[in-house]
């Protein structure tokens, strides 16, 4: 849910110029709406987001068993992203992170989990063969990226993908240089 915030505060005058006028700006309607809040939704807590493989893995145990696939997923694809932090170099040449930012038993568990979600996703193939390559099941990764639909990009990444596959390289690479 998005954090509301309190409108800025509406000098007596323009109020009345508002009403008058008519509320074509919304002012006044976002000031009704903010009143009309909970007090507990005004004064939560800001989120700052999940900024660390930590923050992900804490989310991850705090999902309830009946939480919606795409907010697993949401976390799920960051702390893969997280796992994988460690084979990316930055513009300098200077690796992202120099040791991997998730233990190495906890990310191989989470591309299967991730993979498994994909599986009720049509719209996730490259995700998916990539998953795969990563994980090693060369085969199955190709066959999946064979039949990504042509769109002008997302056949051109899976072509390249799919290179690493028949290579055997489960490792990250960089596609642009592929």
């Known amino acids: 849910m998005e954090q509301p915030t309190a409108p800025r505060e509406i000098h007596p005058l323009a109020r009345l110029w508002h009403r008058i006028t008519g509320d074509r700006q919304g002012r006044l309607r976002k000031e009704r709406e903010w009143a009309a809040l909970p007090a507990g939704i005004k004064e939560a807590r800001g989120f700052g987001g999940l900024e660390s493989a930590d923050d992900l893995i804490e989310a991850l145990d705090g999902l309830s068993p009946d939480a919606a696939d795409d907010r ?16 990316r170099t930055r513009n300098d040449g200077v690796s992202a992170a120099s040791l991997p930012l998730v233990a190495p038993e906890l990310a191989h568990t989470n591309r299967l989990r991730l ?3 994909f599986e009720l996703d049509a719209e996730a193939p490259l995700e998916r063969g990539e998953l795969l390559r990563q994980l090693g099941r060369f085969a199955e990764a190709m066959a999946v990226l064979k039949a990504v639909q042509p769109d002008g990009y997302s056949e051109i990444k899976a072509s390249k993908i799919e290179r690493l596959a028949r290579a055997g390289i489960v490792e990250l690479r960089d596609l642009k240089a592929v």
């Open 72 to 87: 697993e997923i949401f976390l799920r694809r960051r702390l893969w992203w997280a796992s994988s932090e460690h084979q």
């Open 115 to 117: 993979l498994a979600l």
